[in-house]
């Protein structure tokens, strides 16, 4: 691994050049970075991430009964509306139409 002579950071390589952010380059063969620059070892296990829509809910859902669609499937969520000490307050979205409400305890 080299270091920028002029600021002192670390200097990556794109393209069998070394580039730093303040401008300075440095030329170097392919050996070099890839004995200098490449990592080998244990790699860490890639986490999946999971892309969601309107359509593809990631939250619980619970049995209801909607009363604007009559819709019987929403999903739900807490929210600490009140100070810490205060039970939270509990959302609902019918999945059909998108109605929300808080649920009375």
């Given at each position: 691994?080299?270091f920028?002579?002029?600021?002192?950071?670390?200097?990556?390589?794109?393209?069998?050049?070394?580039?730093?952010?303040?401008?300075?380059?440095?030329?170097i063969?392919?050996?070099?970075?890839?004995?200098?620059?490449?990592?080998?070892?244990?790699?860490?296990?890639?986490?999946?991430?999971?892309?969601?829509?309107?359509?593809?809910?990631?939250?619980?859902?619970?049995?209801?009964?909607?009363?604007?669609?009559?819709?019987?499937?929403?999903?739900?969520?807490?929210?600490?509306?009140?100070?810490?000490?205060?039970?939270?307050?509990?959302?609902?979205?019918?999945?059909?139409?998108?109605?929300?409400?808080?649920?009375?305890?």
């Amino acid at each position: 691994m080299r270091f920028c002579p002029k600021c002192g950071k670390m200097l990556m390589p794109k393209n069998d050049i070394l580039k730093c952010a303040c401008g300075y380059e440095e030329k170097i063969s392919a050996e070099v970075a890839e004995r200098e620059y490449k990592f080998k070892g244990e790699r860490k296990k890639e986490n999946k991430v999971i892309v969601t829509d309107n359509n593809n809910i990631a939250l619980p859902t619970t049995k209801i009964t909607c009363y604007k669609c009559g819709g019987t499937k929403g999903v739900w969520w807490t929210v600490q509306t009140r100070s810490a000490d205060e039970a939270p307050t509990y959302f609902i979205r019918c999945v059909k139409c998108g109605n929300t409400w808080r649920r009375s305890n």
